[in-house]
């Protein structure tokens, strides 16, 4: 069981790696970098931390936790299926046009997609199931329509909110594509 105060320094480096990787890129982070940018020494951050690659996959893996949760909140939300499907589509979403708006988020998605792979398809299979169990429960309930199974929906919303985040060249972009990408999935399952 870690203490509090490791978690607090585990946070920190994290927090710290997150904005010097957003300001230099990863290729010019340095593991210095992160240490000063966490208020530590270079050594005490190796002691969490073998190199920056370990650092992005425990970023990735953070990310993902929290998306798995935040879209399971939104998605057993109350509201009619468009409201609730952009609410889960929003929470999957968050902090994504922090990281595009910033000068190397490109590389930071290629780098977390190099370096984190099974992280970045567990996470994805875990969101999918989200979706997949809660259109089945729709559909199920008379509330849904769905023209394909909830199985092939869900990983039509996935991959669909993973080519928008792949594509958009910019944070407006990739808000402007979840937004209509949320509209356009809930206005199909609706029961007319």
Known sequence: MTSASEESKTAAI???????FAAYGFRKT???DIAKGAGMSRPAVYLHYKNKEAIVRELTQYYYDEKVILVAEALAG?????????????AQSQGMAEILASPHG???LDATKSMSTDIVQEGEAKLTRLYADWLRHEDSAGR?????????????ITTSLKGIKMTAS??????????QLATL????????
Do not use: N, Y
């Open 14 to 20: 994290l927090s710290s790696a997150f904005r010097a």
């Open 30 to 32: 340095s593991m210095d």
């Open 144 to 156: 849904a329509h769905l023209p394909v199974g909830p199985d092939e929906a869900a990983k039509t």
């Open 78 to 90: 109350e509201g009619s299926l468009p409201e609730i499907l952009a609410g889960a589509v929003q």
């Open 170 to 179: 910019s944070a407006e972009e990739f808000e402007q594509g979840i937004s």
């Open 106 to 108: 490109l590389e930071m």
């Open 185 to 192: 999935l809930g206005a199909a399952l609706e029961i007319r």
